[in-house]
């Protein structure tokens, strides 16, 4: 996917969040979009959250990935 290559890309640049960027986060656990250190997909190739049991926390890398993706109009599976 595209979108998830690019976002991917950018994510690897370090910058602090923007409060309207946090807000898109929402404590959410950004982390669960990889596994094993690859993006996690839907069947479907979408961006996708792992559906592990285990808490695991955020990463400021997790964090850009997400809103990248939210940025790009992904919006999160429980809304």
Known sequence: NVDMNNCAAEAKQPRDLTGEEKGLIAGRQTSRFFMNGRPVVSPALKP????SALPSDSSDYADRYAICLLKLGYRWSDE
């Open 48 to 51: 996708a959250l792992h559906q």
